[in-house]
Nanobody, 124 residues
Framework: QVQPVESGGGLVQAGDSLRLSCVAS????????MAWVRQAPGKEREFVAG????????RYTDSVKGRFTISRDNAKNTVYLQMNSLKPEDTALYYC?????????????????WGQGTQVTVSS
């Protein structure tokens, strides 16, 4: 079992960059698929990016490809989301999520363990 805790959110202007961090407790972090999921006001949760246990395999939703990069450091039990060229439509509560399943899913329901979220607000 993995318990994620997010940090790094904030208020930025369009075009700025921000890096989110997620520290996950639990001995199974190194074999867990990890993801970032976001939820904008009035909308459902949306998969943003996912990464396999080794860090080699990654997945992104189309709207963030080329702007966001997910990475992980298994020695630190930490997953990162580097967000560049931020847009107002990136404004959302960003969650870190984990699963012990073998597949790197791109659906919200593919993940079993969730953090409390960190708010990202991008002003125009």
């Amino acid at each position: 079992q993995v318990q994620p805790v997010e940090s790094g959110g904030g208020l930025v202007q369009a075009g700025d960059s921000l890096r989110l961090s997620c520290v996950a407790s639990g001995r199974s972090f190194g074999t867990s698929m990890m993801a970032w999921v976001r939820q904008a006001p009035g909308k459902e949760r949306e998969f943003v990016a996912g990464i396999g246990w080794s860090g080699i395999l990654t997945r992104y939703t189309d709207s963030v490809k080329g702007r966001f990069t997910i990475s992980r450091d298994n020695a630190k039990n930490t997953v990162y989301l580097q967000m560049n060229s931020l847009k107002p439509e990136d404004t959302a509560l960003y969650y870190c999520a984990a699963t012990s399943r073998l597949k790197l899913g791109t659906g919200v329901s593919d993940y079993d363990y969730w953090g409390q979220g960190t708010q990202v607000t991008v002003s125009s």
